[in-house]
């Protein structure tokens, strides 16, 4: 395990950290999960393996400090990771980034272009949510006030979860689980999918093949987006595809 400090009051993201040679890989969890549980199996498959691989907490999740003065939004989340990959002397990583880690690595991306050379998404968030109660993820949580939801309301969405969610879940600070929720639903300006659209460096989109096609997926492709629909998984498509993943992963950060 390494750590940095990221913020004026010294709070620290911590990561696991997989040693190797050529260019470093940085894999980033979803909304309340950590990345060792989500990635370990695809950062050693021997498709992927030996390259240095950096598995980041996002602050307020895993191993990762909570402190309850920061507002967790998309842009504060990729400047911390910023301060923590510079910290640890990555520049040009090729990011792998999962929901509302997707999300923060386009931001990361759009703002630090020397921290990344390319980015493989999977099904990360791109458009801004409705709030709506009773739904699960980022449209769910934001739909609660922060008080409402520290105070017992994320045991009702910690109940709905399936099982690796909530296993996850329950490792993440509520306060920064709403904070990020929020964030990641009211989006950025421009947009996550307009700072995707407008970069230039490799980026592939993985996402469910049983949800159906990705919308706006022919503007992704005609900015040069490679979006790949994966059969026989769910949004968590690292854990419900495993085999697969590894061979598509390997094969966007050869192209």
Known sequence: ???????????????????????????????????????????????????????????????????????????????????????????????????MGGAVAIVLADRHPELVSRLVLVDAGLDPVEPVRGALGSAGIAACSETEFVDGGWEEIRDRAGASWRATMRLTDPTALHRSATGLARGTVPTMRELLVRSEIPRTFLHPEADGPLPGEDGLREAGVSVVAVADCGHDVMLDAPEAFASLVAAALAA
């Open 1 to 99: 395990m390494r750590d940095a400090a990221v913020t004026a009051a010294g709070d620290r993201i911590r990561w696991v950290e997989l040693p190797g040679s050529d260019a470093p890989r940085v894999y980033l969890h979803g909304l309340g999960a950590t990345a060792a549980a989500y990635f370990a199996e695809a950062a050693t498959h021997p498709l992927i393996a030996g390259h240095r691989t950096l598995l980041v907490d996002l602050l307020g999740h895993g191993l990762s400090d909570r402190p309850r003065d920061f507002d967790y939004s998309l842009q504060s989340h990729a400047g911390a990771l910023a301060a923590a990959l510079t910290d640890a002397g990555v520049t040009g990583a090729e990011v792998i980034a999962h929901g």
